[in-house]
T-cell receptor, first 116, second 108 residues
Framework: NAGVMQNPRHLVRRRGQEARLRCSPM?????VYWYRQLPEEGLKFMVY????????ESGMPKERFSAEFPKEGPSILRIQQVVRGDSAAYFC??????????????FGPGTRLTVL | GQNIDQPTEMTATEGAIVQINCTYQ??????LFWYQQHAGEAPTFLSY????GLEEKGRFSSFLSRSKGYSYLLLKELQMKDSASYLC?????????FGKGTMLLVSP
């Protein structure tokens, strides 16, 4: 049973370019979460999605960032016109359901974005 | 709002016991998680507490006091491979709020 998959593992972009990060949840999981981890910082929640729906995007910057989780295919976090401050590790996690007791989130290996 | 505090770093020797504390103030509470994260890798689940008391799982135990907004992770019989960052996270309804993590260095 494959775990959460993310690609690419490493991504280098120049300022002003677009970055697309992909996340395939574990089999049977329909809930996806994106987190950002800056150097020396904790994981910061960005957005929570179910298939075709954004449930909570309270942690996502209002500009340049967007996320989707289509009916078919992986979840995508898109960062437009990247700036150096976007350099970070972006982790995706998935869970079988959203709320409820003991609903563990399983994390993917992350995508390390470097903006030159 | 959410605020989670844990020590930045701790050191211990192989074979010893170490306790990593976590205090939190949150607007909603549906459980507290501990994750382990090695450098450059994904966080991996260690434990979950939603009721007061101690949960034991092998060499690792986690304690929760909801009235005090306090948890700790206890690691026994430390091994070199336990050197990692330990993340305390509180769940609201469905999202997790993480502390900055405690970097544990285990020395021979």
């Amino acid at each position: 049973n494959a775990g959460v998959m993310q690609n690419p593992r490493h991504l280098v972009r120049r300022r002003g370019q677009e970055a697309r990060l992909r996340c395939s949840p574990m089999k049977g999981h329909s809930h996806v979460y994106w987190y950002r981890q800056l150097p020396e910082e904790g994981l910061k929640f960005m957005v929570y999605l179910q298939k075709e729906n954004i449930i909570d995007e309270s942690g996502m910057p209002k500009e340049r960032f967007s996320a989707e989780f289509p009916k078919e295919g992986p979840s995508i976090l898109r960062i437009q016109q990247v700036v150096r401050g976007d350099s970070a590790a972006y982790f995706c996690a998935s869970s079988p359901t959203g709320g409820g007791i003991n609903n563990e989130q399983f994390f993917g290996p992350g995508t390390r974005l470097t903006v030159l | 709002g959410q605020n989670i505090d844990q020590p930045t770093e701790m050191t211990a020797t192989e074979g010893a016991i170490v306790q990593i504390n976590c205090t939190y103030q949150t607007s909603g509470f549906n459980g507290l998680f501990w994750y382990q994260q090695h450098a450059g890798e994904a966080p991996t689940f260690l434990s979950y507490n939603v009721l007061d008391g101690l949960e034991e799982k092998g060499r690792f135990s986690s304690f929760l006091s909801r009235s005090k907004g306090y948890s700790y992770l206890l690691l026994k019989e430390l091994q070199m491979k336990d050197s990692a960052s330990y993340l305390c996270a509180v769940r609201g309804y469905s999202t997790l709020t993480f502390g900055k993590g405690t970097m544990l260095l285990v020395s021979p």
